[in-house]
């Protein structure tokens, strides 16, 4: 956009006759509602009026505990310091997703964030990897991966700001209290002039010209006008599918998990893991998040396999330490809207879509709508043209991440109950057959420029669960094996070294923690 379209739009966002801002309200706190106020305030606060509606009677999901590291861009783009941030919400560090049990019992491997290895001449690590396997001279692909490397051995550091190619080759998140994260936004959206609105909306008002949403209406009667309403209501979905109907695109045909008992419990002492564990159960798959002085818990599972009742009584048997609560079912359907900006509502979280935590996309889901809306942010005429890029964008971005996540289960040769007999017969979306059949040919996986999951996590999860493709590029086999096998040797060499000199988990922590205090 030019410099000249985008002042005249920042003025559009004022009234032609008054001056005044652009009105904006959210409805709905919670993760979601928070992260839109925190951000919009943040990047657009001169040019517009935020006010975010939310009840403290109305409880919030709050189990999202997991992140991926976009989330770190997030926080620090707001100018949250990291360290502050990660006390206030109990946090840990994140290097990845341990899958246990998915490709078949007894198995296991690490969704790393971070890089195989190096490419070389426009060829990806994996295709050398592959030449090397079937030559009988390479190591797992882990041991060819820094970050799962430290991971399982309990260790973490940041990544240099200066450093080589190693030092880089890897990115993090964090694990925490998500019930502590809204509460932080807040207090940063109320200091730059977010105001917060108590109070439950009843009603809605339409503007009889254009049928859009004019106002809404508190139980105390309270009228609240705007010119753009973000529906931040979770799963009830007060404008966006309440009062605008727009349909839900349900894919519970290939995610049939619909429901999810979670608990916290005590920790029980030792290691603290630099990473998630999702293990695969007879109908679905289970959690644990190791937080600072908790581990979150979960049973995401499907109600047509199992009863709520014998879930909840699988997970507590699961748990390592004594639970902190009773456990919490949770019911959701996998799918999102048809659209999520129409007319002057924009749906940003559950009232948008759902996928489940399985490669802990939850937050990142929000984060990506808010990033986009900003970046799209309309002035009063509410174009068409935005609203189409927006879900677009959106749209992409869920379908990739349905995929994904349809990968885990397909890709199985499970065969041991009802549920994993069901998925790996199920018929797949044609996008995630295409990706499956150039994988098994070549080993190539599909490029896109931008969005989630690239190459190492698709990587990652096919050889993790036991797709070997029956062949590799061919400019991989141009080195000499000797040539090859020395850098393979060296780079594990390396790997295994740089591991060994990073801080234990918990004493890395621990450092943070008393620097924080001082």
Same mark, same amino acid.
């Given at each position: 956009?030019?410099?000249?379209?985008?002042?005249?739009?920042?003025?559009?966002?004022?009234?032609?006759?008054?001056?005044?801002?652009?009105?904006?309200?959210?409805?709905?706190?919670?993760?979601?509602?928070?992260?839109?106020?925190?951000?919009?305030?943040?990047?657009?606060?001169?040019?517009?009026?935020?006010?975010?509606?939310?009840?403290?009677?109305?409880?919030?999901?709050?189990?999202?505990?997991?992140?991926?590291?976009?989330?770190?861009?997030?926080?620090?783009?707001?100018?949250?310091?990291?360290?502050?941030?990660?006390?206030?919400?109990?946090?840990?560090?994140?290097?990845?997703?341990?899958?246990?049990?998915?490709?078949?019992?007894?198995?296991?491997?690490?969704?790393?964030?971070?890089?195989?290895?190096?490419?070389?001449?426009?060829?990806?690590?994996?295709?050398?990897?592959?030449?090397?396997?079937?030559?009988?001279?390479?190591?797992?692909?882990?041991?060819?991966?820094?970050?799962?490397?430290?991971?399982?051995?309990?260790?973490?550091?940041?990544?240099?700001?200066?450093?080589?190619?190693?030092?880089?080759?890897?990115?993090?998140?964090?694990?925490?209290?998500?019930?502590?994260?809204?509460?932080?936004?807040?207090?940063?959206?109320?200091?730059?002039?977010?105001?917060?609105?108590?109070?439950?909306?009843?009603?809605?008002?339409?503007?009889?010209?254009?049928?859009?949403?004019?106002?809404?209406?508190?139980?105390?009667?309270?009228?609240?006008?705007?010119?753009?309403?973000?529906?931040?209501?979770?799963?009830?979905?007060?404008?966006?599918?309440?009062?605008?109907?727009?349909?839900?695109?349900?894919?519970?045909?290939?995610?049939?998990?619909?429901?999810?008992?979670?608990?916290?419990?005590?920790?029980?002492?030792?290691?603290?893991?630099?990473?998630?564990?999702?293990?695969?159960?007879?109908?679905?798959?289970?959690?644990?998040?190791?937080?600072?002085?908790?581990?979150?818990?979960?049973?995401?599972?499907?109600?047509?396999?199992?009863?709520?009742?014998?879930?909840?009584?699988?997970? %507590?048997?699961?748990? @390592?330490?004594?639970?902190?609560? &009773?456990?919490?079912? !949770?019911?959701?359907? $996998?799918? *999102? +809207?048809?659209?999520?900006?129409?007319?002057?509502?924009?749906?940003?979280?559950?009232?948008?879509?759902?996928?489940?935590?399985?490669?802990?996309?939850?937050?990142?889901?929000?984060?990506?709508?808010?990033?986009?809306?900003?970046?799209?942010?309309?002035?009063?005429?509410?174009?068409?043209?935005?609203?189409?890029?927006?879900?677009? %964008?959106?749209?992409? @971005?869920?379908?990739?991440?349905? &995929?994904?996540?349809? !990968?885990?289960?397909? $890709?199985? *040769? +499970?065969?041991?109950?009802?549920?994993?007999?069901?998925?790996?017969?199920?018929?797949?979306?044609?996008?995630?057959?295409?990706?499956?059949?150039?994988?098994?040919?070549?080993?190539?996986?599909?490029?896109?420029?931008?969005?989630?999951?690239?190459?190492?996590?698709?990587?990652?999860?096919?050889?993790?669960?036991?797709?070997?493709?029956?062949?590799?590029?061919?400019?991989?086999?141009?080195?000499?094996?000797?040539? !090859?096998?020395?850098?393979?040797?060296?780079?594990?060499?390396?790997?295994?070294?740089?591991?060994?000199?990073?801080?234990?988990?918990?004493?890395?922590?621990?450092?943070?923690?008393?620097?924080?205090?001082?």
């Amino acid at each position: 956009m030019s410099q000249d379209a985008r002042s005249s739009r920042e003025d559009a966002r004022r009234d032609p006759s008054a001056g005044d801002p652009m009105r904006v309200v959210i409805v709905g706190g919670g993760t979601a509602g928070w992260m839109a106020a925190a951000a919009l305030s943040r990047f657009l606060g001169s040019q517009i009026d935020i006010r975010l509606i939310e009840s403290e009677e109305i409880g919030v999901v709050g189990v999202g505990e997991a992140t991926l590291p976009h989330l770190r861009a997030f926080i620090q783009r707001l100018g949250i310091d990291e360290a502050e941030f990660m006390e206030a919400t109990g946090a840990t560090f994140k290097l990845g997703i341990d899958f246990r049990d998915f490709g078949a019992i007894g198995e296991s491997y690490i969704h790393p964030f971070g890089a195989y290895g190096f490419d070389l001449a426009d060829v990806g690590f994996h295709h050398y990897w592959l030449r090397g396997r079937a030559n009988g001279a390479a190591l797992p692909i882990d041991e060819y991966s820094l970050p799962i490397t430290a991971a399982r051995a309990n260790r973490f550091t940041r990544p240099p700001a200066v450093g080589d190619q190693l030092d880089s080759s890897f990115g993090y998140a964090y694990q925490f209290d998500a019930t502590k994260f809204a509460p932080l936004l807040r207090r940063f959206s109320e200091k730059r002039a977010v105001a917060r609105t108590e109070g439950k909306v009843v009603g809605v008002e339409r503007a009889g010209e254009t049928g859009d949403i004019a106002a809404v209406t508190l139980e105390d009667g309270r009228r609240i006008a705007a010119d753009l309403f973000i529906d931040c209501s979770g799963f009830r979905a007060l404008l966006i599918g309440g009062e605008l109907d727009k349909a839900w695109e349900d894919w519970s045909e290939w995610l049939p998990c619909n429901r999810a008992a979670a608990l916290p419990c005590e920790a029980p002492g030792g290691p603290i893991e630099p990473y998630t564990r999702a293990t695969a159960m007879p109908a679905g798959w289970r959690w644990r998040i190791p937080l600072r002085r908790r581990i979150g818990n979960g049973y995401v599972f499907s109600s047509a396999h199992l009863s709520e009742d014998e879930a909840c009584a699988q997970i %507590l048997d699961a748990i @390592e330490g004594e639970p902190l609560a &009773d456990p919490r079912v !949770l019911r959701f359907r $996998a799918g *999102r +809207r048809r659209r999520s900006w129409v007319r002057n509502v924009v749906a940003i979280g559950l009232a948008g879509g759902f996928l489940e935590p399985l490669e802990s996309t939850s937050i990142h889901l929000v984060q990506m709508a808010i990033t986009r809306l900003i970046e799209l942010f309309p002035d009063r005429s509410m174009s068409a043209l935005d609203r189409n890029e927006y879900n677009r %964008l959106v749209d992409l @971005e869920y379908d990739r991440v349905r &995929d994904f996540l349809i !990968l885990h289960y397909h $890709a199985t *040769r +499970r065969d041991d109950s009802d549920f994993w007999r069901h998925v790996r017969g199920m018929a797949i979306p044609e996008t995630l057959r295409r990706k499956m059949a150039l994988w098994e040919g070549s080993g190539h996986v599909e490029h896109y420029s931008e969005g989630l999951f690239l190459e190492p996590s698709w990587v990652a999860v096919y050889l993790g669960q036991g797709i070997v493709p029956a062949g590799h590029d061919p400019r991989a086999d141009n080195p000499p094996d000797a040539a !090859l096998a020395k850098a393979m040797a060296d780079l594990s060499g390396e790997i295994a070294r740089r591991v060994a000199a990073m801080p234990d988990h918990r004493e890395m922590l621990e450092r943070q923690r008393v620097r924080v205090a001082a």
